[in-house]
């Protein structure tokens, strides 16, 4: 839970997601697997944009926005977000 994670513990993990190298450039290796990005289109820290801009590096990748959903999209909404998954795993 965010509440009981300590400043010197949220410091970490921010500063490792400034710091982590870009991965776009591998992202074309992945053609062939099967890829859905899932996220909200109400979603303020990865723009539905950017969701999209994703999927599109990945060949065969799709993109799936929930709609009235923000960032956190698999508890914000997860009937919405099983649906677009479970296709995927069946």
């Known amino acids: 839970r965010l509440a009981e994670a300590s ?5 970490w ?6 710091d982590r190298p ?12 099967p890829t859905l990005v ?3 289109d109400e979603d303020v820290l990865t723009r539905p944009s950017e ?7 990945i060949p065969g990748a799709v993109a799936e926005l929930l ?3 923000g ?3 698999a508890w914000e909404a997860p009937a919405a977000f099983a649906a677009a998954v479970r296709p995927l795993l069946l």
Request: proline letters at 8%.
């Open 67 to 69: 709609p009235g959903v």
């Open 22 to 33: 870009d991965a776009t450039p591998g992202l074309a290796a992945l053609a062939g697997v």
């Open 71 to 73: 960032h956190a999209s």
């Open 7 to 11: 400043p010197e513990g949220m410091a």
């Open 38 to 40: 899932v996220g909200g």
């Open 13 to 18: 993990a921010l500063a490792a997601m400034r």
């Open 51 to 57: 969701l999209r801009a994703l999927a599109a590096a």
